[in-house]
């Protein structure tokens, strides 16, 4: 596609409950990266995705998180037993190889756990 | 570890007003500089980079020069206009121990141009 687009771009769920949030890198960029943008912490790498796997899951807040990348595309951050302080806004980015400097980000998806 | 600090925000400039964010780095390697803005509504574009002590970056009118020995990076405009008012994020690229390039930011400056 255009560009780096993420779904769904606002989510609100409860306390305790689980949610997916989609990324769908630019086509053809192997290397695919979450971030969380949250008001207290700025922003925060996550996870880093070389095709489909993920050689480096340090940046994950808890063992609640978890992400998953199929096809060397499309990936999915699951966060499981939601707490309120996962409320930030999400954001996804891509580049064309994975020692390609310039990443390319998603508009993100802004969650809020009630 | 890699660490960015810049300087807090909001900054409330008028139009044709002249720009600086402040940006130091603390960092371990050999990293790249990046200023991203996040104009409202919108998600992060790169707005300009610079990959070695000395480069300077620029883009839109924007300029930043990379000083290594005062191990910073900071954001000029020489006359700003109403569609800068965004969050400029200033960030630092490099190769994690795993071998991913990671991105480390700055918590972000709010810039409002009011005409």
């Known amino acids: 596609g255009a560009g780096v687009s993420q779904s769904p771009s606002n989510k609100v769920t409860e306390k305790g409950k689980d949610v997916e949030l989609r990324c769908d890198p630019i086509s053809g960029h192997t290397a695919l990266y979450w971030y969380r943008q949250s008001l207290g912490q700025g922003l925060e790498f996550l996870i880093y995705f070389q095709g489909n796997s993920a050689p480096d899951k340090s940046g994950l807040p808890s063992d609640r998180f978890s992400a998953e990348r199929t096809g060397g595309s499309v990936s999915t951050l699951t966060i499981q037993r939601t707490q309120q302080e996962d409320s930030a806004v999400y954001l996804c980015a891509s580049s064309l190889v994975w020692r390609e400097e310039t990443q390319y980000f998603g508009p993100g998806t802004r969650l809020l756990v009630l | 570890g890699n660490s960015v600090t810049q300087m807090e925000g909001p900054v409330t400039l008028s139009e044709e007003a002249f720009l600086t964010i402040n940006c130091t780095y603390t960092?371990?390697?050999?990293?790249?500089l990046f200023w991203y803005v996040q104009y409202p509504g919108e998600g992060l574009q790169l707005l300009l980079k610079a990959t070695k002590a000395d480069d300077k970056g620029s883009n839109k009118g924007f300029e930043a020069t990379y000083r290594k020995e005062t191990t910073s990076f900071h954001l000029e405009k020489g006359s700003v206009q109403v569609s800068d008012s965004a969050v400029y994020f200033c960030?630092?690229?490099?190769?994690?121990?795993?071998?991913?390039?990671?991105?480390?930011f700055g918590k972000g400056t709010k810039l409002s141009v009011i005409p």
């Open positions: 960092a371990t390697g050999y990293p790249s």
């Open positions: 960030a630092l690229g490099d190769y994690s121990g795993a071998g991913s390039y990671q991105l480390t």
